[in-house]
Nanobody
Framework: VQLQASGGGLMQAGGSLRLSCVASGIMFSIYRMHWYRQAPGKQRELVATIRNTGDTEYADSVKGRFTISRDNAENSVYLQMNSLQPEDTAVYYC????????WGQGTQVTVSS
């Protein structure tokens, strides 16, 4: 099983980035998919969730700015991040959850003011 996250980078405040996570080795369509992030010195926090039904949930800090989506044909989950702020700086991880759980390796997002 592998979750490969990509799309991070350095962005100025107000900019946008799109993260991608491609899964292999799992029946992707049945998994609940999450994006988490962890900033230096802070605990990992849940950013967004998309269920196998397509229902979504967001942390209050990103509502209205971030959008999670999935493409089951591509075994992929995405996180569109708009209006980025310095406090969004973190390593972002994708997470697959069903009876078992799997984590991706993380992708760094740095937002400068």
């Amino acid at each position: 099983v592998q979750l490969q996250a990509s799309g991070g980078g350095l962005m100025q405040a107000g900019g946008s980035l799109r993260l991608s996570c491609v899964a292999s080795g799992i029946m992707f369509s049945i998994y609940r998919m999450h994006w988490y992030r962890q900033a230096p010195g802070k605990q990992r926090e849940l950013v967004a969730t998309i269920r196998n039904t397509g229902d979504t949930e967001y942390a209050d800090s990103v509502k209205g700015r971030f959008t999670i989506s999935r493409d089951n044909a591509e075994n992929s989950v995405y996180l569109q991040m708009n209006s980025l702020q310095p406090e969004d700086t973190a390593v972002y991880y994708c997470h697959a959850e069903e009876r078992q759980e799997y984590w991706g390796q993380g992708t760094q997002v740095t937002v400068s003011s």
